[in-house]
Antibody, heavy 126, light 107 residues
């Protein structure tokens, strides 16, 4: 069974750092790109960023609001994706979901989120 | 960034009703659109990808249509398990963006 389990969520002060982990099982991790999505309390979904497969360069893309502060990485040997969050702001308070990405090629690469973890809660407050 | 606008924001319906949710993109996204269902306190679940392709295991009462800038999600006969919030999401270009959500409530 495919499973994604997020961990690392915590209460942190503004300006501090936190690293989230997404531990996966049930599929060949290296064959997939991985993404993070967040949801502020009572709000909608916001895509945070993603990492391509290592075989595709492992490069990353981010939403503008976290660019330069957040970094997504992956460890294929452990089947884990990470979200390093630095210089945290109160507006980063949210449930953070890890998602697996299904890739489609049609003159370009396109990805959609086919499996989601249950999420981990990050609260940024003094 | 491409803006995604869903309508309505809230929908009241009864079991057995046919329900349609609309999603409009601020520019053409071809068919690179997904629909997700989210229940309170739970993670979203993929229903539809590439505008009209049904994800494995999703009941056939769910269907998607559209291309370019206008898309619809239809539930042919609303079931008790379908009361939830639905989100569209474009993956045509970065940043990927979601609609604001449509909450389907019991009438």
């Amino acid at each position: 069974e495919v499973e994604l389990v997020e961990s690392g969520g915590d209460l942190v002060q503004p300006g501090r750092s936190l690293r989230l982990s997404c531990t996966t099982s049930g599929f060949t991790f290296g064959d997939y790109a991985m993404s993070w999505v967040r949801q502020a309390p009572g709000k909608g979904l916001e895509w945070v960023g993603f990492t391509r497969r290592t075989g595709d360069g492992g490069t990353t893309e981010y939403v503008a609001s976290v660019k330069g502060r957040f970094t997504i990485s992956r460890d294929d040997s452990k089947s884990i994706a990470y979200l390093q969050m630095n210089s945290l702001k109160t507006e980063d308070t949210a449930v953070y979901y890890c998602t697996r990405l299904k890739m489609v090629y049609a003159t370009n690469y396109y990805y959609y989120m086919d499996v989601w973890g249950k999420g981990t809660t990050v609260t940024v407050s003094s | 960034d491409i803006q995604m606008t869903q309508s309505p924001s809230t929908l009241s319906a009864s079991v057995g009703d046919r329900v349609t949710i609309t999603c409009r993109a601020s520019q053409s996204i071809s068919s690179w659109l997904a629909w997700y269902q989210q229940k309170p306190g739970k993670a979203p679940k993929l229903l539809i990808y590439k505008a009209s392709s049904l994800e494995n295991g999703v009941p056939s009462r769910f269907s998607g249509s559209g291309s370019g800038t206008e898309f619809t999600l239809t539930i042919s006969s609303l079931q008790p398990d379908d009361f939830a919030t639905y989100y569209c999401q474009q993956y045509n270009s970065y940043s990927w963006t979601f609609g604001q959500g449509t909450k389907v409530e019991i009438k």
